[in-house]
């Protein structure tokens, strides 16, 4: 068992309205963070007072970017207990991360004692409402000080809480999409399958000019600018007639839980899933057809999205007449469900909330 140490808050924050939460607007008033030292291990553990990060300005992330975080829920279940959402997925993915960018991860039994016992200190910060959670940002940086590329031998591990309504402002209706066919969001053999800090950033020209266009995120395209990737910061799920096809992760998609759990779910109800490239005229000929019946884009922070439009090369293609689908609606339900504890947890998805 890991020695954490806590130093708690005589000034605690009034809790946000619900209706006013939006979506990462709003930090709990602690933190959980963990040192580690080449040579020494991980130490120096705590729970403290939420606020800025002493940071050497000669420290590895800011000039090497050697930053990974992850994504991750708990939800309050009808016994007033609070559960988390597939935990050992992100613990496994921020360990396969860190690898990927020679940073040091933090053990899986640190990361889920430091997360618990954080819960346990911040429970009046998680939602009971509908289409709310508490969303966890557990954080991998290098913060040695030093000017010279290669990793760096100092590490802090931290933790930070947010209270979330729904991602979008326009909650679960279908989201309108433009396809990125200049811009490259990640290459084979890069960082794109691991959940690095850069990926995000070099996401961001293309999304604003999106939105500039009037559409609320990027279909991603691959260095040949043919083969469908993601949607936006989510994997892309395409409902044909006789199967549902996603992109197979070839490197430079981001392997994602939500992901995984909807192919478990539609496999489990007997639907045909096809995880294999698809390219934007393939999807453009199903859509001319009447064979694409639906799209969704699948992340831990809006669960399921809906796609109702596609933008290629300026002209609109409507999918599912610009509707939620069925099976992005069942989707949907059967995860919220599961996640608060309504309906049975078949996959064993949901992990209790047990401090130490």
């Known amino acids: 068992m890991n020695l954490i140490e806590r130093r708690l808050t005589t000034s605690p924050k009034v809790l946000p309205d619900v209706s006013q939460l939006g979506f990462g607007q709003h930090f709990s008033d602690h933190w959980f963070y963990s040192k580690y030292t080449k040579g020494k291990g991980w130490h120096e553990s705590a729970i403290a007072p939420y606020g800025p990060i002493p940071l050497d300005p000669a420290a590895s992330v800011l000039h090497y970017g050697q930053a990974l975080f992850e994504g991750m829920k708990a939800f309050v279940q009808p016994n007033g207990k609070i559960s988390l959402f597939r935990p050992d997925f992100n613990i496994r993915r921020m360990q396969m991360g860190a690898e990927r960018l020679c940073l040091e991860p933090p053990p899986a039994d640190l990361f889920i004692e430091g997360l618990e016992e954080l819960i346990a200190v ?28 290669r990793p760096s031998r100092e590490v802090l591990f931290y933790i930070i809480l947010s209270p979330v309504g729904t991602y979008y402002s326009k909650g679960t209706a279908p989201v309108r999409i433009w396809v990125e066919d200049v811009a490259l969001r990640a290459a084979p053999g890069g960082l794109g399958a691991t959940k690095a800090a850069a990926n995000y950033a070099a996401g961001l020209q293309a999304a604003v000019g999106a939105k500039d266009k009037g559409y609320d995120q990027v279909l991603w395209l691959d260095v040949e600018r043919e083969g469908i990737e993601e949607v936006g910061t989510m994997n892309v799920f395409f409902v044909l007639k006789d199967e549902v096809v996603t992109p197979a992760l070839n490197g430079s998609i981001l392997a994602g839980c939500v992901r995984d759990s909807v192919i478990q779910i539609l496999k489990h109800e007997g639907m045909k899933v096809s995880e294999r490239r698809i390219t934007i005229h393939e999807l453009i000929e199903h859509q001319k057809s009447g064979n694409l019946l639906e799209a969704f884009g699948t992340g831990t922070a809006a669960v399921i999205s809906p796609i109702g439009e596609i933008a290629y090369k300026g002209s609109p293609y409507y999918i599912s007449k610009g509707e939620t689908g069925s099976v992005s609606r069942s989707l949907l339900k059967t995860i919220s469900e599961i996640q608060r504890g309504l309906a049975p947890d078949i996959f064993g998805w949901m992990r209790p909330v047990n401090p130490r």
């Open 122 to 149: 911040e429970t009046r910060w998680v939602p009971k409402e509908d289409n709310c959670a508490l969303y966890i940002r557990p954080t991998l940086i290098g913060t040695e000080p030093f000017l010279g590329v």
